[in-house]
Structures are given as C-alpha cells and as structure tokens.
C-alpha cells in the first residue's frame, strides 16, 4: 500500500493576519498530492489546528479543505481496535487518520474540533490505539498515540506499550519532543530519547517539530514529518522544503513530493564587533536584498539572527530597526532578532576561553601540586614520583607510604 504522510497543518494559523488562508491552501496541496500520488490512505501527526479552541470561521474552513479528500477513493478496509475492542470502520473519500497535537490536547473529558471532524468523517481520529489497513493480501497496521504532556511522555509510552504484529507492515504515530532534536535537559520539555522508542516499527513518524529528517534507527525508519507551514522561521525548517512523504509498505521505501507552491524561507545569523547603528542596518540591507534577488512567487521569509558585540556605549535598546521592518514590509515578512553580549561580559568570556585553553587536567593539576609539594621537604627526588601519585589517586595510602619508606 502506498501511504501519504504529512503533519503539523496548524490551520488557523495568523488568523487575523496577512497568511491567514496560507495553512488551509497548504493542506488542499498535501491532499492533493496524496490523491494524484493514489495512496490508500494518509497520516498525520497532529497540531491540526493552530489554537486549541478554534474559531468558527477556522473550523469552517478547514472541512471545506479535508472536503477535498472525498474525491478520493480507498480499496482498502478499515478496523480499528482499542481497549480490546474492534470497530469496522465505514470510510468514505480518501482516508485521513490523525492523532492529536499539543496545539489540539484538552485532557480526556473534553471534546476538541478532532472530535468534531471525527463525526463529521472528515478524519479518522486515533488516539492510544490502532487502525488495520487491508487490501488483497497486504496488512498495515497504524499505531498512534497523541500529544501527551512531556514530563509524563516517557511514562505514557511504557504503559501504552504498542506491540507490533508479526507478518504486518507496523506505522508508529506521535507527537512529541525527544532529547536529540533540543539542547536544554529539562523533562519538562523532554522525557523521549530515540532510544527509548519500541522496536519492530517499520517506519515511526513525530509531529511538533517542524523541520523535516528522515534517519535510520535499528531496523526502523524514523522520520520527522515536518509541518506543512512555517509557523516560525528556523534555520533547520529553511534546508527543506514542505511537502508530502510517501512510504510504500511493501518496500519500506520513503519518497518526497514538494508543494509546488509555497514560500521561500531564508535565515542569517549575522556576527558583529563592537557593531554601530549604521554597521547592523547595513548588514541587515545586504542579506535581506540578497535574499530578495531570486525569483519570488509568493512573499518570502526571511529571519536575521543578529549577534556579537556594539560599539561602547550602545546597549541592544538602543538599535532600532524600525528603518528596516517598514522599508521591505512590502516584500518580505521579516523577523530581527537582536542576541547582543556587552563588551565588558564578552571580555569575560574571552577569559574563561582562554583559561578553558590552557587549563591542565584534574589529573595533571594534582600531578604538579604533589611535585611542587615534595620539592619544599627532604625527599627531593628519592623516588618515582608518578609511581608514588598513581597509588594515591587509586587511594592505596599505605602502599605509597610503604614505597616512600622503602625509598
């Protein structure tokens, strides 16, 4: 079977703003795609929607974009299980299996627009459980368990326990942070390691994460979907473009199908010395024309990431980039971020860089303190002094006085 995997939609997305229709547009492209690519089915991993509660307007359009998958058709049959229960599910267009989001998590007792769209059957909405595709002799079996909160993340996946089924093809769905993919160890933002993800999946695919990777884990395939809109301008999410993924479930093959339409994305991190006023607009004209030379169907996106020090005197309020924001507000929707250290704290971390340098080891600093120590008594250089710190640091005290006495 072929399957079409995609995440992230976040529809509503900048709902009182100038993108507003770019969410609910990207999501027709992906179903689309799915249908002139005839998949059997898609999957997606979750943040559906940009707000928890969206509005009226927002649902509204957003059935009138999952509307389109009914052109579709599907030749396989549907079963869902879960609690030990079996349901054959009645599916009608091309379907869309989703689990939940964070951007979508309201706790177990309240109904969220997933709900509504499930009813609706717009989508088939899988949560801690899973769905049986069948056609011919193939079997596909989707795993999926929505957004938990990160702290219980870990806990919620043990307990959950997905068993894959032998002789099946075996999807994991999910949608959470893991520790490779952020710098900060906090288990409030993530309790998940790659490592501690449940072998014998074919492929497992995670939402949140808007940049798309695709890498080898054991015998599975993992894969970061990415999102269908840039809610955010990330240097990782301006390598790749957005799109479709296809994962064939006899050859376990994945493929990528970019939207023909969609906007370009740039990020800059521009490093600055004792920078004026003048410098940082000037650096900020050359990449924002730079970037603006190539052909633009849509609005770009462009983010400048500016770091390093100002010139003595100037402080980060004292930059204002008003001049630059208005003059190409026309032409590209642009994001200043200003991450400048003070001359006094960049000497300080010169230091500890220097310090950091020639710093000797734990093991060579004690080596120089033991021989500078013995070097102001009697003993001079009557015996091996490395011999006498290595029984010392393996704390042997009375084999190293023992060496000492017999020296």
Known sequence: ????????????????????????????????????????????????????????????????SFSLAKSGSSAASFVLEKNSEKKALQISGLPLITIHGNHEFRGKETKTALDVLNL???????????????????????????????????????????VPEKGACNLLLLH??????????????????????????????NGHLHWANEQKLRETTFLLAGSTIATSIKKLECKTPKGVFFFDSASKELSFTPFPRQRKMFYHKVLLDSASQENILGECRSAIESDLREK??????????LKGTL?????????????????????????????????????????????????????????????KNLKETDFGGAFDLKAIFDLLAEDELEKALEKVSHS
């Open 176 to 205: 959470q942070t893991f520790k490779e993919f952020i710098v900060i160890d906090d288990e409030m933002v993530a309790t998940l390691s790659l490592d501690d993800l449940p072998e014998g999946f074919d492929l497992i695919v």
């Open 311 to 371: 010139k003595k005197g100037l402080s980060s309020a004292d930059i204002d980039l008003k001049e630059i924001t208005e003059a190409y507000s026309g032409r590209a929707f642009l994001s200043v971020s200003k991450n400048f250290l003070a001359d006094s704290f960049r000497k300080k971390i010169s230091e500890l860089r220097e310090l950091q340098k020639s710093r000797l080891s734990i093991v060579a600093m004690g080596f120089d303190i033991l021989e």
């Open 1 to 64: 079977m072929k399957i079409a995997v995609f995440s992230d939609t976040h529809l509503g997305f900048d709902e009182k703003g100038e993108r507003y229709s770019e969410s609910f547009e990207n999501l027709g492209q992906a179903i689309k795609i799915a249908l002139q690519g005839e998949a059997d089915f898609c999957v997606l991993c979750g943040d559906i929607f940009d707000a928890p509660v969206p509005s009226h307007n927002v649902l509204y359009r957003a059935i009138e």
């Open 120 to 162: 609706s059957g717009m989508i088939v909405y899988l949560h801690a459980g899973k769905i049986i595709a069948e056609k011919g002799n193939e079997r596909v079996c989707v795993f999926g368990l929505g957004a938990v909160p990160e702290k219980r993340a870990l806990d919620v996946l043990h307990q959950w326990n997905p």
């Open 296 to 305: 633009q169907e849509m609005k770009p996106l462009i983010r400048i990431n």
